[in-house]
């Protein structure tokens, strides 16, 4: 642990190379994201975080890189579709470019939204042209509550134990 001891040396390890430039795009944006999800980041630290690595005047490959990296790369697609927090982020970031920018942007954008699924590009444009916050609270999604059942989700544990071949902890 080359930063420090245990679990805050890494979060500080995280955390330089999601600020350090020289760190190449896809690590910077996926220490950012790692950040974020395990509450080290707030969405505001990512949104300004997001404006740096996409600027106009970030190299387009380091940039496209970042993105890739944040969202999960092919994959991202499914992601955004599902974290409306991050398709959110994304969507603050796209609204905050200037208009003079814009067309700069878009090969960015092309590049990363150009690998995702078929099926995961419509459904973000249908998700985009609803508005943000609106993805989940316009209907209801068959299949998720809309908190998680903790009490549900524990019953699966020992089936875990037993295809893992490991004991739950008491």
């Given at each position: ?69 944040f969202v999960g ?46 099926g995961a590009r ?49």
């Amino acid at each position: 642990d080359p930063g420090g001891t245990g679990r805050a040396g890494a979060v500080r390890d995280l955390r330089r190379l999601a600020e350090t430039e020289r760190t190449p795009g896809a690590v910077r944006g996926r220490a950012a994201r790692i950040l974020l999800d395990e509450g080290r980041l707030t969405d505001d630290e990512a949104a300004r975080l997001m404006g740096l690595a996409l600027s106009p005047g970030a190299p387009p490959a380091s940039a496209a890189a970042w993105l890739d990296g944040f969202v999960g790369g092919t994959g991202g697609g499914l992601l955004l579709v599902h974290d409306e927090r991050l398709l959110t982020l994304l969507d603050r970031w796209l609204s905050g470019v200037p208009a003079e920018a814009f067309t700069d942007v878009l090969p960015l954008l092309r590049r990363t939204f150009g690998a995702y699924e078929p099926g995961a590009r419509r459904t973000l444009g249908e998700l985009a042209a609803r508005g943000p916050g609106t993805a989940r609270r316009t209907a209801a999604v068959p299949g998720f509550a809309a908190a998680p059942d903790t009490a549900r989700a524990a019953g699966v544990l020992p089936l875990l134990d037993l295809v893992l071949g490991t004991e739950a902890a008491a």
